[in-house]
């Protein structure tokens, strides 16, 4: 779950109702798109006026082959497309409990 503060008292809301999001998810700002995740696709899930879900799929979380990825939020529903001054890298950490065979 990310939550946007406003940065001032009475500015609008990040994910107004009815806003369409798009995000790359990459390893690196600028890198090859692991996954492309939208409000349309269900893997952007806006619950609140500054609050969206993000949810990963199971193939990009297994592409992720360095400690971090990063997205950026823009929003589709206004002309022209507004990037929204949000970027997320998050945290990628290797299974500490090697796999073992039957498991």
Same mark, same amino acid.
């Given at each position: 779950?990310? &939550? =946007? @503060?406003?940065?001032?008292?009475?500015?609008?809301?990040? %994910?107004?109702?009815?806003?369409? !999001?798009?995000?790359?998810?990459?390893?690196?700002?600028?890198?090859?798109?692991?996954? $492309?995740? &939208?409000? @349309?696709?269900?893997?952007?899930?806006? !619950?609140?006026?500054?609050?969206?879900?993000?949810?990963?799929?199971?193939?990009?979380?297994?592409?992720? $082959? &360095? $400690?971090?990825?990063? %997205?950026?939020? =823009?929003? &589709? @529903?206004? #002309?022209?497309?507004?990037? !929204?001054?949000?970027?997320?890298?998050?945290? =990628?950490?290797?299974?500490?409990?090697?796999?073992?065979?039957? #498991?």
């Amino acid at each position: 779950m990310l &939550t =946007v @503060d406003p940065d001032v008292a009475g500015d609008p809301p990040a %994910f107004p109702a009815g806003c369409s !999001l798009i995000a790359d998810l990459a390893e690196f700002p600028g890198g090859p798109p692991l996954e $492309t995740m &939208t409000t @349309d696709n269900g893997s952007i899930e806006r !619950l609140a006026d500054n609050q969206i879900a993000v949810h990963l799929s199971a193939p990009a979380t297994a592409a992720i $082959t &360095t $400690t971090s990825a990063v %997205f950026d939020l =823009v929003r &589709t @529903d206004v #002309s022209p497309d507004a990037w !929204l001054g949000v970027r997320v890298q998050l945290a =990628v950490e290797p299974a500490v409990t090697a796999f073992r065979p039957g #498991s």
